[in-house]
Each structure stands twice: as C-alpha cells, then as structure tokens.
T-cell receptor, first 114, second 114 residues
Framework: AQSVTQLDSQVPVFEEAPVELRCNYS??????LFWYVQYPNQGLQLLLK??????LVKGINGFEAEFNKSQTSFHLRKPSVHISDTAEYFC????????????FGQGTRLTINP | DTAVSQTPKYLVTQMGNDKSIKCEQN?????MYWYKQDSKKFLKIMFS???????INETVPNRFSPKSPDKAHLNLHINSLELGDSAVYFC?????????????FGEGSWLTVV
C-alpha cells in the first residue's frame, strides 16, 4: 500500500515570491507521482506528473517538481507566484503495476498575499 | 466541451432519502472512477470501473451502488442518506490501458445531507 504526506497544511506567501510545497510518499513498489490543483469550488486539474526519466518535471502555470527517490519526495516549486495561484494543491501516487488508482495526500492550501 | 461532466453540481437532501449523481466522459476512456472529498479536503477513491466491470471497491458501505451502463457513463446511487455522507463526490476517467496515463476529474458534486 502507498501513503502520501504533505508536510504543510497551509502555506502563505507574498506575490512574486518563490514557493515550495512539500510531498513525501511511502510505497513498497514503484510508483508514479502527480500534483493536482483544485481552485475554489472546482474539480482537480493535473499540474504535472513523473513517470520515469528526468527527475525534474515541468508542468503547467510555471510549476515544476523534482523526484528524489532516496528521500522519497516529490516537492512542488514555483519561482514566482501570482494571486491566481491561490488554491489547494494535492500530491498523489499510483502503483506502476495493477489497478490504476490515485492515493492522495492531505492537501496544502497555498494562499498568495499581495 | 467538458471532458468529464457530472450532475447535479449541488444537492441538498434530507436524511433517509435516496439520491443519484450522474457522470459522463467524452474522452473515449476505458476506466471511470468515483472519489469522495470529505470536509477536511481529504480525497479517497470509492470505486473504479474498467469497461463496465467493477475493479476497485474501497470498502464503501453498500448503501453506495455505482452503475455503469456503458464505458462513457458511471452513475452513483446512494440509499438511505446519512449526515456523514455530506461531501464532494468527484467522477473521473482515464485510459488505464496506458500505464501512468492522466486521470481527469469532473467539477464535483457537492452533497449536503440535512
């Protein structure tokens, strides 16, 4: 079984500042890794995913994430945030083998202050 | 056109009632899902259907019964609603035959049981 821990439930930052949202996972098997964003009263939208290859993954809206196998982490970063980035961010994993399902972390609420 | 659409978006109902949430995807995917997001924003898979066949059932009470009339539809019927069923229910779909393929989510259905 897999589990995902998002270390910060809330992250407040000022506009144009850099941000890092932390994610650690636990799994006895190989996994794929995902970051989803949920804007207020909306569904989830995929930001980026890591399947294999380069450990640095670039996604939409200027976000990127780095897979670190030794630390079992997949932290999300953005060098300069905007007000419009205010949302809930979810890290998730899925088993490489077997039935495809996402196991989510608890979510991190990113609040951008002007 | 919305890729994964679910109705209704908002539903307020009394305890003990029976209600259904409908979901349709126009992406040609072979797998559909229902996820539940509780009041603390935690997301957990409930069911998964592949080509109309149930493949994941995550110990959900049998008051919840998914029905997949065809690959493009997965409806969720809930009997004898309880206060604890209040949550946001997300339908999703993916082409599970492609390993690591993205899971696309609908906009969510906000269920409030009073």
């Amino acid at each position: 079984a897999q589990s995902v821990t998002q270390l910060d439930s809330q992250v407040p930052v000022f506009e144009e500042a850099p941000v890092e949202l932390r994610c650690n996972y636990s799994s006895s098997v190989s996994v794929y890794l995902f970051w989803y964003v949920q804007y207020p009263n909306q569904g989830l939208q995929l930001l980026l995913k890591y399947l294999s290859g380069s450990t640095l993954v670039k996604g939409i809206n200027g976000f990127e994430a780095e897979f670190n196998k030794s630390q079992t982490s997949f932290h999300l970063r953005k060098p300069s945030v905007h007000i419009s980035d205010t949302a809930e961010y979810f890290c998730a994993v899925s088993d490489v083998q077997g039935a495809q399902k996402l196991v989510f972390g608890q979510g991190t609420r990113l609040t951008i202050n002007p | 056109d919305t890729a994964v659409s679910q109705t209704p978006k908002y539903l307020v109902t009394q305890m003990g009632n029976d209600k259904s949430i409908k979901c349709e995807q126009n992406l040609g995917h072979d797998t559909m899902y229902w996820y539940k997001q509780d009041s603390k924003k935690f997301l957990k898979i409930m069911f998964s259907y592949n080509n109309k066949e149930l493949i994941i059932n995550e110990t959900v009470p049998n008051r919840f019964s998914p029905k997949s009339p065809d690959k493009a539809h997965l409806n969720l019927h809930i009997n004898s609603l309880e206060l604890g069923d209040s949550a946001v229910y997300f339908c999703a779909s993916s082409q599970a035959s492609v390993s690591g393929n993205t899971i696309y989510f609908g906009e969510g259905s906000w269920l409030t049981v009073v």
